[in-house]
């Protein structure tokens, strides 16, 4: 068990759920809005009552409502920041990655505009400060005819309507952020919109615990005609907007379309190592369909095959395919059962063919005590399984654990007498491919074709999902299965 | 996982990493605070919304000029469509506190000159001054305003400069 496991379940791991996490606080904070927004009232007096109204006198409901909106948006502030982050630190941003990095970067602007948009709604001293800076920080654009500061010279120059454009607004973005955050994912099969269950309970209540502790609350009534001495501002949301003051709108301006640009530009400027990806020999592809159902990244669709009659045929988009060879683990054709196309699979890596690396086992396994012999397989994303090789163990790495077919499994176990296998990789719920591990478990549990056909074969599988830092972890385990063997054979 | 699963290990990790963020949320989503208007200052707003002076004279056109024109283009008098920009300088207690030249609004600067400024005052008495000049190419200053404000910490004291003049609101 690597060290983090030891301590947080991997499907307790804030890292591994952000973008699933992102999405379970937007809904958070759409219901609450819709609470909030049939008490609300769009006027200059009406705003401002109708929040303290809410929050006030409402037997905790409304408060704990309103606490819930902001403490969800903070907290998606927070898991959409660093779910950027470790994207770019994990260099998920180039290749076919491209079009969900390039398209997740607008969405921080429309996430900011959405936050700041609800605090203005309140028209309290807060509200206040946002109109003044933030007209501000729009009249430093050139294409400004008369400065919105106009709007907030006193409080004659505000009017009703005003709140009404505001709740427009404030309604319009965040459905363009949900949009937006819908073309995010188009690209990617099976994205994960929701966080594991345990996880997203306990998420909403602390959210709940903190709303109580720390109520979401409004400051003195916003009044135009008298100076603002004091503001508590929301440092998630609102972090730049002192430097506004401090610097002047145009120094914030520059800073935040130069970071925006050099993100976008980001895939441009950082070239993908080549990796080999997927092509299909339509003479072995019996167009099945699976390894267009696995694909991570829907780099794969289905065809009138090029000559067998009513057959389908997969085709690989090259520009989308990021070569995690989970289509090649997911072929049928692949079995080295049939001898008649000795495991050719339908679809595979381009010179890192399976059944390569099956033969290469093979002569490896071959070579070896023919009693006790373990296989551990695992992926170029967790531990460097060479150092794993001892007398009775052989190893084989894949580019990920999606791409081993179960049929191997069911082959060696049964033809080559191996006595064990383990698998291994990315930690849970933190596969490189996203969906190795998972689609690979459900292959062993029987929940996914191809899966493993023998039980008994099934029986001699031992899976552990520790990533890069679980060698020790490794070597336990391998230790107990020669325990075991060694029990047996007694 | 399953909850009984977790280990007490686990738990404590999970209570402590929840403790942490969640009172990192509450507390950095109101503190700490900023201050706009320091003590025993105000603040002083300069809204100046001016239509502006043509750079050039409107000149007349005579009846063979007018015959070349389309009918419903023909009058008599012609002006040049772009306006000059505006100077503006504001001084209280003998500093400049601001000082701008705005250039009229739109593609060809025929629009509106507008211009929004804030800036913290102390309060009790001071000597504002604010020299306009609207016509880049005359030195004087066309419109000057010369007053003694008499400031409150608890109010927004504004001058506005338009075609209608000065008017200061709120001392």
Known sequence: MSHVRRWLPDSWNPLYSLGAASFYLFWIVAASGLYLFVFFETSIDGAYLSVEHITHEQYYIGLVMRGLHRYASVMMAVTVTVHLIRELVLGRFTGPRWFSWVSGVPLLWLLFASAIGGYWLVWDERAQYVALVTARLFDALPIVVEPMAFGFIDNATVSDRFFTLLIFLHVGIPLSLLLGMFIHIKRINNASIFPPRQYAAWLLACLIVVSLAVPATSLGPADLDAPLRQVEIDWFYMNFYPLIDQLGPTPVWLALLGVTGVLMALPLMVRPKKMPIAAVDPDFCNGCGWCFADCPYEAIYMKPHDYKPNHEQAVVIADSCVGCGICAGACPSATPFKSFNQANSGIDLIGTKNVDLLSMVREDLGAREKKGRILVVGCHHGVDLTRLEEADTTTMTLECIGQLPPSYMDFLCRRESLDAVLLTGCSEGNCFYRLGIDLQEQRLLRLREPHVKFSDVKEKIERLWVGKGGEEALREAIEQIREELRSEMA | ?171
């Open chain 2, 1 to 171: 996982m399953r909850w009984r699963e977790l280990t007490i290990r686990h738990w404590v990790v999970i209570l402590l990493g929840s403790g942490l963020i969640m009172g990192a949320a509450g507390m950095f989503s109101h503190s700490p605070s900023v201050t706009v208007v320091p003590e025993h200052s105000t603040q002083l707003k300069l809204v100046v919304r001016y239509s502006g002076q043509r750079l050039g004279e409107c000149e007349p056109l005579d009846a063979d000029a007018l015959s070349r024109l389309p009918a419903n283009m023909r009058q008599p008098i012609v002006c040049p469509r772009e306006k000059s920009p505006l100077y503006a300088e504001l001084v209280v207690d003998g500093e400049t506190r601001v000082e701008a030249t705005i250039a009229p609004s739109g593609i060809h600067h025929d629009g509106v000159i507008a211009l929004y400024r804030e800036l913290s005052v102390p309060v009790g008495t001071v000597q504002v001054t604010m020299n306009i000049r609207d016509r880049a190419d005359v030195q004087e200053f066309s419109h000057v305003l010369h007053r003694k404000l008499e400031l409150d910490a608890d109010r927004v004291v504004t001058i506005h400069f338009s075609d209608d003049g000065f008017r200061v609101t709120g001392a």
